[in-house]
């Protein structure tokens, strides 16, 4: 796997389970619950898992950017949903 941003070999890929314990905080919003689908940081579905790569190099992180404000917001929305 090279980087996408400068091409470097030097990706480390990191994984780390939550169950349903993942918190992140996005300007006045905050989401707590299942790793969130569509933003990069998970592993394709609303699961347990943070799962990401980046670079060495440049400090990039591996993924399909930019991530669309609709796609953050819908993680957020789906959290109000569990209150």
Do not use: H
Not at 32 to 48: H, T
């Amino acid at each position: 796997m090279n980087c996408d941003k400068c091409n470097s070999n030097r990706i480390v890929q990191i994984s780390g389970k939550t169950s349903d314990l993942f918190n992140m905080r996005y300007d006045k919003f905050e989401y707590e619950g299942y790793v969130p689908e569509g933003i990069v940081i998970g592993d394709g579905g609303y699961g347990d898992y943070i799962q990401f790569s980046f670079c060495l190099e440049c400090g990039k992180i591996q993924g399909q950017f930019p991530v669309s404000e609709k796609k953050v917001m819908a993680a957020f929305k789906d959290s109000a949903k569990d209150d």
